[in-house]
């Protein structure tokens, strides 16, 4: 049986509330998933919640309730953040889970008794805020960062796992894989990173200081360290040490935040995943941030924008439709609520919403409702033909490259086409004719615009699943679920009913009330 197609996403900080980074990843994702899904590949997709660790312990404290009654609350609302935006991920792990716990056990333990975990005396510096031990290179002139927060030294016994062991062998990895991180500019920086020797990474937390982890197997006074015990998450989610964990390993990609690909995922986890003898993820999708005047959105910046506030308002697709129309993969975007407005009015209720709403409007009146027979094919029907034929083509293509954003202004750009079409054919001036061509014509126009609605809607099911599937309803399409045959012009849809006037993005002042 051929592998799943198995995608995942960075599981959130339990300690924080969603915001528009957190629903792009998803989104993102889920588009991958779907337009994987629609050309017939078994897609395994995967987000999650990372529970442990420092800032959770005390923000249940400060909330007055037990750690795991705050994930409990913390997870109702990342997983309602997942329904909202229709993310239709196939698991959802918790890193408090028992599946997930055992695994990082039985892994610590593996590498333990391999002689890859060892125990040190470990004297230095220590971010309680990011809990993570420093050196003196991680000082900016002279001082310690402000994302490090306090900073104190201590002396203490921990467990390290031997990361410079592997260095040589994941320089080699990563210079022979040009397809491990994409885009491949950030290949550069971890390459860069491995320019310097790397130290073994310490991986326990003493459970004086930390009581909120998962214990280590060979020391119960110890507690893993949370980024060890977060990375765990991809493979525990699918039964790593039993026969179905080929099913869907290795992953076909891991999105991540470009905050988190050195040193965690490009140096920490193939490591990990080379010392316990798993074959590597084929790649990594690193994306960028959205930002707000220049800086990252962040709940201490207090910058943050409610993606479900922008989807109560506008609805989910809107939302999808905005983060993968002005976002390139890998790059940053300024987030902008009047370009927000402009891209709902503009594209979704100007072209996209006008174009349903003619075709129906004039099918109820000139048709009787119902897709008429193309019968003339002159000049502007081959033009329209040809343009959906390379729309599709290089939506698909375009989506294959990851290169959403690009797909959506070709796709909506044949949006406008089919509205130019209807201009120059003019239904309405036809309807009055009492030529017989005429009325052929009328019933051409009318059943070519349905067909490149049809064929805009499938291209568009990725990103707008909840629009695409209203749309071929409302124009008497069944509804989809493979692109398999679904692109080519035909005449599926002659006969078919059209529904009535329907408004799908009432304009932002009607939306308000
Ligand atoms: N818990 C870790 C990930 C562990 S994965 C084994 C973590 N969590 S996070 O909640 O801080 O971030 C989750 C994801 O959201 C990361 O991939 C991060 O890059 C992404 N984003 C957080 N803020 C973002 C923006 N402002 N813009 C886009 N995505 C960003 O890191």
């Not at 404290?61 to 309602?80: H, I, M, R, Y």
């Not at 993606?307 to 002005?326: H, I, N, Q, S, W």
């Not at 370009?339 to 919403?353: A, C, E, K, P, Q």
């Amino acid at each position: 049986m051929a592998k799943n197609f198995y995608l995942t996403t960075a599981i959130d900080y339990a300690n924080g509330s969603p915001h528009l980074g957190h629903a792009y990843e998803k989104v993102l994702s889920d588009v991958i998933a779907r337009f994987n899904r629609m050309r017939g590949k078994k897609v395994h997709f995967l987000t999650g919640l990372d529970e442990h660790g420092q800032k959770v312990q005390q923000s249940a404290k400060k909330a007055g309730v037990s750690p795991l009654e705050f994930c409990n609350e913390q997870a109702a609302k990342f997983t309602d953040l997942c329904k909202k935006l229709n993310i239709s991920n196939d698991d959802y792990i918790r890193t408090t889970q028992p599946r997930h716990i055992e695994t990082v056990r039985l892994i610590l333990q593996k590498l333990f008794d391999k002689g890859d975990i060892y125990k040190a005396e470990y004297k230095g510096f220590y971010s309680t805020r990011q809990e993570q031990f420093l050196q003196e290179k991680d000082k900016v002139d002279g001082k310690w960062p402000e994302i490090f927060g306090d900073v104190v030294e201590i002396t203490e016994s921990n467990y390290f796992f031997r990361l410079q062991k592997y260095q040589d062998w994941l320089v080699d990895y990563i210079k022979n894989h040009d397809d491990f991180i994409y885009p491949r500019f950030r290949a550069k920086q971890v390459v860069e990173f491995l320019r310097e020797p790397l130290n073994d990474l310490c991986i326990s937390r003493p459970r004086e200081r930390l009581e909120w982890g998962i214990p280590l197997p060979f020391d119960e006074s110890y507690v893993t360290y949370v980024w060890f015990d977060a990375l765990v998450n991809y493979i525990s989610a699918i039964g790593y040490g039993t026969d179905k964990f080929s099913d869907n390993w290795p992953a076909d990609f891991h999105v991540i935040g470009k905050d988190i690909l050195v040193p965690p995922h490009s140096v920490y986890w193939p490591i990990m995943l080379k010392a316990i003898g798993v074959d590597m993820p084929k790649s990594f999708l690193v994306h960028g941030w959205w930002l707000s005047s220049g800086e990252k959105m962040s709940k201490s910046l207090g910058n943050v924008v409610n993606p479900l506030d922008l989807a109560d308002k506008f609805g989910v697709d809107t939302f999808r439709y905005f983060l993968m129309r002005e976002m390139n993969v890998g790059q940053d975007s300024e987030f902008s609520f009047d370009l927000f407005v402009t891209r709902y009015t503009s594209d979704l209720g100007n072209d996209l919403g006008n174009l349903l709403n003619r075709l129906l409007n004039m099918g109820g009146r000139y048709c009787s409702g119902k897709v008429p027979q193309a019968k003339i094919e002159e000049e502007f029907e081959t033009e329209l033909k040809k343009s959906a034929a390379e729309t599709a083509d290089e939506a698909m293509r375009l989506y294959e490259g990851m290169q959403f954003h690009i797909a959506l202004e070709k796709i909506f750009n044949f949006i406008r086409g089919i509205n130019r079409y209807a201009e120059q054919r003019a239904p309405w001036k036809l309807a009055k004719s009492a030529d017989p061509k005429d009325l052929e014509l009328l019933n051409t126009t009318i059943a070519n615009m349905a067909e490149s609605l049809r064929i805009s809607s499938i291209l568009l099911a990725p990103i707008m699943p909840g629009i695409s599937a209203k749309i071929l309803k409302l124009i008497g399409a069944s509804p989809v679920e493979s692109f398999e045959g679904m692109l080519q012009w035909g005449n599926s849809l002659e006969g078919a009913k059209l529904a009535e006037k329907e408004i799908l993005f009432p304009r932002p002042e009607q939306k308000a009330q």
